[in-house]
């Protein structure tokens, strides 16, 4: 019998709504924190009055639905004519699910894992074969809005940060955090190009027809927002259970100091690429190490698991084809990699089971009317700006705004807060440059308005290099970091203005409303550390 | 902190440094509350006082920081490595035998929860020595005892029980740290298959764990040990509770301790094989894994979490996962320098 998790079933209930877990917690009386927990299937409700309570939230009213959600959440259903027998008192509480054995997966082996009768030779040959079968899998369906919930790092959040930056945890974590639009990716080089979603990326991955998957794109396109999204599917559906992986990083601020201080980069060849993995799998490193131990060392490591490996920025680094070629000696049906660049690939320069995918600009009216109203409903809590933006969406307008910026998604925000503020006249003043340079352009206008702006404008600047500084540490910068801050630097009385100012002219991520959780994007990072 | 390019860094800050490990020390910080620019506070101090040879300064780091070496879970990072290596050698060239000999007694501690026995030795050796010449009997025999853990896990387990019989002989009936032998003795009655008397002496280590101030850490192990005698006695419904029991303790501690986390959900793990519940057990050593492996190097602990993914292949029929992680814990084991031999008789003992 196929038991369905709960918070699959939550996440369904709330898509059919088009409403959020922030929404849920604060009908069922929870906090945020919590309902998110139940979507990503880190806990429970702790009492099955609470999945009543959550059944009437969502106006859930047939007794099956209802006896779906608590057998879901591990209750005996109570509902209607299939009432079952009333549990002991006590039963029917849930022991935390961190070492609740009977809520552990029995019926999902990681690997191919029936039990033959051990006495049964075709049997254990058949399991044999099992075991050594690579063939391609059924396609498997895959709901439409996979990856919704956002995934609970936990015990990888330290590691993940320092290697991906906080922006991109909090991509992981964060729901809300991506718009499908239709023609946004693009396979290889085919011509004609076809598009396709992200979710036939995960069914390709899944599929076992495609291990390796490389997101390419010049920057701003949103290459790791789409990344985030495919893993966060990957983990909803069952098909991952840890992150590895690294990015090229070259410089951070000194705090101290307030200038840029170079770090080695994550890595800069294939070699420190797996000296990096090996680290993360907690291998002991060795210099005199072949290539072939490297690579069965760590498919030995994660056997069993369902690994994504994530490999950003492959562009810096000048080994690139070298480290896709030692990503094809590790991969496997359960384990997958993921790689971000800037750089195209041709499809002949990389190894098989692997599958080039572009993002494309936005370049359709509708496309860019549904990106916009997401970015809309996204920021508007820290720019109330943006609701301006909503009544004046026209196709005029839209067009408009395609041809400055090209169609790419982060100058598209960054251009529309700016109108927001300002007026769709602002368009007409913007310089006649595309891509990374109108970016910069725009990083350094309002870098230079915040200066315009006196002490505000000032202590703004230093919040950005502060959370730039942070990228990597793997420490969350709320509210309370952000008023030690301006404390220490007593100027606790411009924090209000200051954050104001960045959340209109920059794109500053906040992933808690409540308790603050800030990050900026790679590419402002980057700006900012120049400055 | 204050963001101000004009501030003298020619100094070590040592209020700076006090308040970072008030905050270090708080008992709700996990590893992912540690902020990178904090560490480089403490990295940057180091550096300064190497620099400037300062050997009063790096001792002083260390006693400020030290407890944060006697919780498992950072030891592993290269800020506290590099700290209580300096921090050693600063002692010795100062000739303050005090603090060496308390270093020393730590480091082997360390490099013993990591598998590096036969170093924590070498370590717990020279400890011993020192608190003997300084004429503190009591942390000599402490140091003396944990060369018997170490002794036990390269296999010679007769120099073990030999150290053991002596400690126990040597502290008093009513002395709550007498759990500590107690508790090996257990083990080493274990390993001899003698589990009745094992589960006896865990017992008895368990009681005087709790009475030890603040002992709840002490007491998580010991609970973790007897779910696995009783696991290997079969009886599982007394075993479980144990194990949640250890693991409830443990989350009081959210991120301190990540180690004891992973030794408690590997010997459940290896209950849950015991119990027909491979799956169950993979999913649990999979957890086991995640919560050490970011920590860097705790390779001994590791390789019994693979080896127990190997058996539990082993009943699931899959005979290329327990391959696979044999040969990766060989793989670890090779790094401890530990004898594969005695890997195949423990086996061997275990299972016949």
């Known amino acids: 019998m196929h038991h369905i998790r709960f918070s699959t079933l939550l996440a369904r209930h709330l898509e059919a709504r088009e409403r959020s877990a922030s929404w849920l917690a604060r009908r069922v009386g929870v906090s945020a924190a919590t309902a998110n927990r139940w979507l990503s299937g880190e806990t429970r409700p702790q009492t099955p009055e609470r999945v009543i309570d959550i059944a009437r939230a969502l106006s859930i009213t047939e007794p099956e639905a209802i006896n779906e959600l608590l057998t879901a959440a591990g209750y005996a259903t109570s509902i209607g004519p299939q009432s079952s027998r009333t549990r002991e008192k006590g039963a029917n509480k849930p022991l935390d699910l961190d070492w609740d054995i009977s809520s552990l997966p029995e019926d999902r082996a990681s690997e191919p894992s029936s039990s033959p009768s051990r006495f049964s030779i075709t049997a254990r040959w058949a399991n044999l074969r099992r075991g050594f079968r690579r063939g391609k899998r059924p396609a498997l369906a895959i709901p439409r809005h996979c990856g919704h919930a956002p995934v609970r790092l936990q015990e990888q959040t330290l590691a993940l940060s320092a290697a991906f930056g906080v922006y991109f945890v909090g991509l992981l974590e964060r729901e809300n955090s991506f718009v499908s639009l239709q023609n946004q990716l693009e396979m290889g080089d085919a011509h004609p190009a076809s598009t396709i979603a992200y979710i036939d990326v995960v069914q390709r991955l899944l599929s076992n027809e495609t291990h390796i998957i490389i997101l390419a794109s010049h920057g701003g396109m949103g290459k790791s927002t789409v990344a985030a999204q495919i893993i966060r599917c990957l983990f909803e559906l069952g098909a991952a259970d840890v992150i590895l992986g690294d990015s090229a990083k070259s410089k951070i601020i000194d705090a101290n100091l307030g200038e840029p201080k170079a770090i080695e980069p994550g890595y800069s060849d294939a070699i420190g690429f797996f000296y990096r993995l090996r680290e993360q799998l907690g291998l002991p490193q060795q210099t005199r190490i072949s290539p072939k131990q490297y690579t069965r060392d760590i498919r030995d490591r994660l056997y069993g698991r369902r690994a994504i490996i994530f490999v950003d920025n492959l562009e810096t680094v000048a080994a690139r084809d070298q480290i896709v070629r030692f990503l094809s000696a590790v991969v496997s049906p359960n384990i997958r990699a993921l790689v971000t660049t800037r750089r195209a690939f041709r499809e002949t320069e990389y190894p098989g089971k692997t599958a080039l995918v572009h993002l494309r600009p936005i370049t359709d009216i509708s496309d860019a009317a549904i990106f916009l109203r997401w970015h809309i409903e996204r920021y508007r809590h820290e720019n109330p700006l943006l609701t301006r933006l909503s009544l004046s969406l026209d196709e005029a307008h839209l067009q408009r705004l395609i041809q400055v910026t090209g169609g790419m998604p982060l100058l598209m925000q960054i251009v529309a807060s700016n109108v927001a503020r300002l007026s769709w006249s602002y368009l007409d003043d913007l310089p006649k440059l595309l891509g990374d340079a109108l970016l910069n352009s725009l990083y350094e206008q309002a870098w230079r308005e915040l200066q315009a702006e006196g002490r505000a404008g000032r202590a703004a600047q230093r919040v950005l290099q502060r959370i730039a500084h942070h990228t990597h540490s793997g420490h969350r910068i709320t509210f309370d970091t952000m008023r030690g801050w301006f404390k220490a630097d007593r100027r606790l009385e411009l924090l209000p203005q200051s954050l104001t100012l960045l959340y209109e002219r920059f794109l500053i991520v906040n992933n808690d409303l409540e308790q603050g959780d800030f990050a900026i994007t790679p590419s402002l990072a980057e700006f900012v550390s120049r400055q | 902190m204050s963001f101000s390019p004009q501030e003298d860094d020619m100094t070590i800050d040592w209020d700076a440094l006090h308040l970072l490990a008030q905050k270090l020390d708080s008992a709700d910080l996990t590893p992912t509350g540690l902020d990178v620019a904090e560490w480089s506070k403490l990295d940057s101090a180091l550096s300064r006082a190497l620099r400037e040879r300062d050997d009063e300064a790096v001792v002083r ?24 290596r300096e ?31 036969e170093e924590a030795i070498e370590s717990f050796e020279q400890a011993y020595a020192l608190y003997t010449q300084l004429d503190q009997p009591f942390e000599a025999l402490k140091n003396w005892f944990m060369t018997a853990l170490c002794h036990r896990a390269l296999g010679d387990r007769e120099k073990a029980q030999n150290i053991i019989r002596d400690i126990l002989q040597n502290v008093d009936e009513h002395d709550p740290w007498r759990g500590n032998p107690l508790q090996v003795k257990a083990w080493l009655l274990r390993d001899e298959g003698r589990l009745e008397e094992a589960e006896q002496a865990m017992r008895a280590a368990l009681e005087a764990h709790a009475q030890v101030a603040d002992g709840d850490i002490l007491v998580a192990g010991a609970l973790a040990d007897l779910g696995e005698i009783l696991s290997m006695q079969r009886r599982f419904t007394e075993a479980e509770p144990c194990f949640r029991q250890s693991l409830a303790i443990l989350a009081r501690h959210p991120g301190q301790y990540q180690r004891q986390v992973a030794r408690t959900q590997w010997k459940y793990g290896e209950m849950l094989i015991e119990t027909g519940q491979p799956n169950a057990a993979l999913t649990l050593l999979a957890k086991a894994d995640d919560a050490i492996r970011p920590y860097g190097a705790y390779y001994d602990l590791l390789w019994r979490i693979e080896l127990a993914r190997a058996l539990a292949y082993i009943k699931l029929h899959n005979l290329p996962g327990a391959w696979r992680k044999f040969r990766i814990t060989l793989r670890l084991r090779r790094e401890l320098n530990l004898s594969n031999w005695i890997l195949v008789k423990q086996m061997l003992r275990r299972f016949f």
């Open chain 2, 61 to 84: 780091l260390r006693l400020l920081f030290g407890f944060l070496l006697a919780r498992d879970t950072v030891t592993g990072l290269q800020t506290m490595q590099r700290l209580e």
């Open chain 2, 87 to 117: 921090a050693i050698e600063s002692a010795k060239r100062l000739e303050d035998w005090q603090n060496l000999a308390d270093f020393l007694g730590a480091q082997g501690h360390n490099l013993h929860r990591k598998g590096y026995h």
